[in-house]
Antibody
């Protein structure tokens, strides 16, 4: 059974870089039929797609975050990661990692991690 | 960006009721719409993709319809386990965007 688990610091200082990793078990990030992505959720803005990555290196990123966003995938560890630089209070959210099937049309999230809360504060 | 607007924002219904949630897109997304259910403290769960395709294991009381800019999620007979917030999401174009959610309360 596929499981995704987010990990990373729950507290980040303003202007610093937020780094999160999603570890996948019960499946492989190298499987070509899937992309892997990130979604965040805040009470104010709701659910926001951050970006998606394929093991081949293809990435799709939300233009609103693209200038601060780096995504990577490590097939040897069966993990994928995000880094978001220059964070502000607006980046405080629950961050979810998720899987996206790459058939039909890419874009639906069919399996999710439990989510990890991130606070931005000095 | 394509704006997704759900109505109502909150819905109170009784067990056994037929419930309809509407999602409108600011421009046509053809049929590339998904519905999610999120229970308190949990991650969203995919219920329906491509407007009307039910995910494996999702009860048949859930159904979706629509096309273009207007879509609906229907629960044919509301059950206590359906207490949750429901979200629509378009994946017709980048950036993917979600509706603001419909909180379903059981009377």
């Amino acid at each position: 059974q596929l499981q995704l688990q987010e990990s990373g610091p729950g507290l980040v200082k303003p202007s610093e870089t937020l780094s999160l990793t999603c570890t996948v078990s019960g499946g492989s990030v190298s499987f070509s039929s899937f992309y892997w992505g990130w979604v965040r959720q805040t009470p104010g803005k709701g659910l926001e797609w951050i970006g998606s990555i394929h093991h081949s290196g293809y990435t799709y990123q939300n233009p609103s975050l693209k200038s601060r966003l780096t995504m990577s995938i490590d097939t040897s560890k069966n993990q994928f990661s995000l880094s978001l630089s220059s964070v502000t209070a607006a980046d405080a959210a629950v961050y979810y990692c998720a899987r996206l099937p790459n058939w039909g049309a890419l874009g639906r999230f069919d399996s999710w991690g439990q989510g990890t809360p991130v606070t931005v504060s000095s | 960006d394509i704006q997704m607007t759900q109505s109502p924002s909150t819905l109170s219904a009784s067990v056994g009721d037929r419930v309809i949630i509407t999602c409108r897109a600011s421009e046509s997304i053809t049929s590339w719409l998904a519905w999610y259910q999120q229970k308190p403290g949990k991650a969203p769960k995919l219920l329906i993709h491509k407007t009307s395709s039910l995910e494996s294991g999702v009860p048949s009381r859930f159904s979706g319809s629509g096309s273009g800019t207007e879509f609906t999620l229907t629960i044919s007979s509301l059950q206590p386990d359906d207490l949750a917030t429901y979200y629509c999401q378009q994946y017709y174009t980048y950036p993917y965007t979600f509706g603001q959610g419909t909180k379903l309360e059981i009377k």
